[in-house]
């Protein structure tokens, strides 16, 4: 390995999130909503791959939600596969194995074949020899049905911001200088075109408010994002030739709020996009339309349709479940046409019934309260609440029990983190076999229970340790008085709104779970 063994990633620690675009159930759903078949695997024993895992956050907590299954995952940066190995082994996760190889190194190993490599983030920031190494190890590891996940920045969408990039790189001074600081200077230079009203942003208005986004963003996420030496722009067909290599087909996209053509579309454009017969080129259309600037698709090495009726079956034997309080979901959605209401004698009823648990299509349909939704109306509407990250698609039942002892494990370990660390802000569900997210405090206060210790005390208790100063409405809580009725209020709150949906998604026991015996 030579000196340079970067090649021009930089060396940043990234950031720690789960990102659901990743999960086995989700991606199930897609391609059965578009008629792909999924294969008849059994999705709790799949063998699983994720390349450029970063932290390794969200292949370990996948990994705890499908105890059964096998995951590996490399990224080649040490400090990160070092943070991964010590999460999965404080979470007792025993079925994920993690490894600092670069692609190359990656793809000698002597590894299973896998029904699904993901890749989340990277194929933009890599060079050209090295996504040639992504194409040979998804040649030689999927297996045939296998399922590819990958995401990439792509035109139109980045045609504006690219040269704002190139510049905002050109600017951040002496490359042998630490980064993170030379980010902000970069940043402070750029604001100055804004500032003196030049030309560049008049002539693309909506530049200066996705700019000012990009500051908001932490700086080891400006990192990774902008500051690669190596960041291409694709096209949906110059990606999709790539991946051929690999004998891949262009499947879907895992965003399937975006199979809703009526939501996405008018009628003119419906019929533009009918019009264009190859169906690459109709995805660069779809993306023109749109203007899309990310890409989060799904590749199949061996694609076969299904008939109507077989996905219709397959669609009404999954399970689906309420991650959203129903107060807490707009009855409106804001689509490339604009804001479109919803119907609310279609999703009222529906959000109602799943708010009781976990139900598949069938039992949805047959519902009383839903006698009146048909299955393409049920399915609309479900996709609507998928596509907002409202509920969920479940994995199988009869898994259910086996899961739960592996998560609650996992979760454990992220909860004893939260005393120290804000890093980790998602719990794994049995259900799912995804995560869910959940703030520090509300982490502290399920540690508490778990502890039989009071949750305001507790979490004062572990901010006064180190030093950490609450505030509300901006200001900082002085007291201790203050502190402990402001964590009441948070945990009362709390205890309301997000411990039922917890308990939906079995990562909180239900109330009556002490018995042993599994609630209905």
Known sequence: MGADWTEGYVDVGYTHDFYRELTPALHRFALLSRGVDPGNIDLDRISYCELGCGHGFSTALLAAAHPQADFHANDFLPDHISYARKL????????????????????????????????????????????????????????????????????????????????????????????????????????????????????????????????KQSRPYIAHEYFNRDWTIFYHTDVARELRGAKLEHATTVEVFEHLENFNFSVEQQAVLRETGNPDHREVMRDFITNRQFRRDLYIKGRLSL???????????????????????????????????????????????????????????????????????????????????????????????????STTTFNTAILERAVHSSDLQFLASPLTGGGYQIGRFEQLFLLAGQRKLDPAAFVAECLAARNEVLLRNGQPLTSPEENLAHLRERHEAFRQRTIPILQQLSIVAAPDAGSGKKKK
């Open 88 to 215: 999965a082994a404080e979470a007792g996760t025993k079925n994920v194995s993690f490894y600092d190889d670069s692609f190359e190194e990656f793809a000698d190993r002597d590894l299973p074949q896998f029904d699904v490599i993901t890749l989340h983030g990277v194929y933009t920031w890599v060079n050209e020899e090295n996504r040639r190494h992504i194409v040979d190890f998804i040649a030689r590891r999927l297996k045939i049905g296998g399922v590819v996940y990958i995401s990439y920045n792509c035109y139109p969408g980045w045609a504006t911001m690219a040269p704002l990039r190139q510049l905002m790189t050109m600017l951040s001074g002496n490359p042998s200088d630490p980064l993170l600081p030379r980010i902000d200077q970069a940043l402070t230079r750029i604001q100055t075109l804004f500032d003196t009203n030049s030309m560049y942003s008049r002539v693309n208005p909506m530049l200066k408010e996705r700019f000012e986004g990009v500051r």
């Open 307 to 405: 008939d109507a009726g077989e996905r219709t079956a397959r669609l009404l034997a999954t399970r689906f479940i309420l991650t959203t309080p129903d107060d807490a979901i707009q009855r409106n959605v804001l689509t490339p046409l604009g804001k479109l209401a919803l119907s609310t004698e279609v999703f009222d009823p529906l959000i109602a019934v799943l708010a009781r648990g976990p139900r598949t299509l069938a039992q949805l349909v047959e519902d009383e309260a839903l006698r009146a939704l048909n299955f393409n109306a049920a399915m609309e509407a479900i996709t609507v609440l998928i596509g907002q990250n409202h509920i969920q698609p479940c994995l199988p039942a009869a898994g259910d029990a086996e899961r739960a002892k």
